[in-house]
Each structure stands twice: as structure tokens, then as C-alpha cells.
């Protein structure tokens, strides 16, 4: 004889989506029902790249927000929101980019410093060029 798994959705949505899934469990009366699955949660994502990040507790977004604090994030700068190599990178991309504007600061002090020097020698060269004993040319007479 063949046993009767018809079951009825016990709420008013009566289509089999996936917000609506399923699983058929047996009473200890009996009797066959319905009790209804929560939606599969992925996990966190690094926000540069695609990877799941480790320590990070996979829940819906209700549900992650309910979780206490260490189950939400990592104890590490970016912590919950990128995952280790790309803070890495990002550290090592902003220390050259300081480093850069350091080194450029540096050339164009030297490059000043050099102006400021030939200036000086030519000035030295011709100091009181022809010009008489005060070293200015002499104007007009009022």
C-alpha cells in the first residue's frame, strides 16, 4: 500500500520558491508536516575582491546583525570588510606613495638649492663690473 506524503503549506504563499522551502517531518504522533527552512547565507566578501572572508560568521542580515560583535568582524584594521592581503596592499600602496612624495619633495629642493647657488656664482662674477668705485651705475642728478 502506498503511504499519503501530501502535505499543505501551512502559510499563505503557495508557491515553491526559495524563500518558501520546504522539509516534510514526521510527529511523533504520526502525522506528516511541513516545517519551513531559512535561506542559505553566504559568507561576508572582501570588498576588493571576491574572496570569503575567514572569522566572519555566515548568517542573513537579520540574523548577522544580532550576532555579538566578535562573530561580525576580525580585530584587524578593515577587519570584517577586506580580507588580509588586500590591507596588506593597501598599507604597502599608501607607505610608496609617501615615500614617492618624500623623494619628490627632495629633487626639487636639491634643484632649488642648485638654482639658488649658480645664481649666487654668477652674482659673485660680476660684482662691480665697470661700473666705478660704488658699484651702481650713477642716475640723474635732481
Do not use: W
Request: hydrophobic letters at 30%; one cysteine or more.
Amino acid at each position: 500500500m502506498v503511504r499519503d506524503i501530501r502535505v499543505t503549506y501551512r502559510r499563505r504563499h503557495s508557491y515553491n520558491t526559495k524563500s518558501n522551502g520546504t522539509k516534510l517531518v514526521k510527529t511523533p504522533g504520526g502525522r506528516l508536516v511541513v516545517h519551513y527552512r531559512k535561506k542559505h547565507a553566504n559568507g561576508v566578501k572582501c570588498g576588493d575582491c571576491p574572496v570569503i572572508l575567514h572569522g566572519v560568521a555566515h548568517a542573513r542580515p537579520a540574523d548577522f546583525r544580532k550576532l555579538p560583535a566578535f562573530k561580525r568582524s576580525v580585530t584587524r584594521s578593515y577587519g570584517g570588510n577586506l580580507c588580509a592581503d588586500c590591507v596588506r596592499t593597501r598599507v604597502l600602496r599608501a607607505f610608496i606613495v609617501e615615500e614617492q612624495k618624500i623623494v619628490k619633495a627632495k629633487i626639487e629642493a636639491s634643484k632649488k638649492s642648485d638654482k639658488t647657488t649658480s645664481k649666487k656664482e654668477a652674482g659673485a662674477k660680476g660684482k662691480g663690473g665697470g661700473k666705478g668705485k660704488g658699484g651702481k651705475a650713477k642716475g640723474k642728478k635732481k
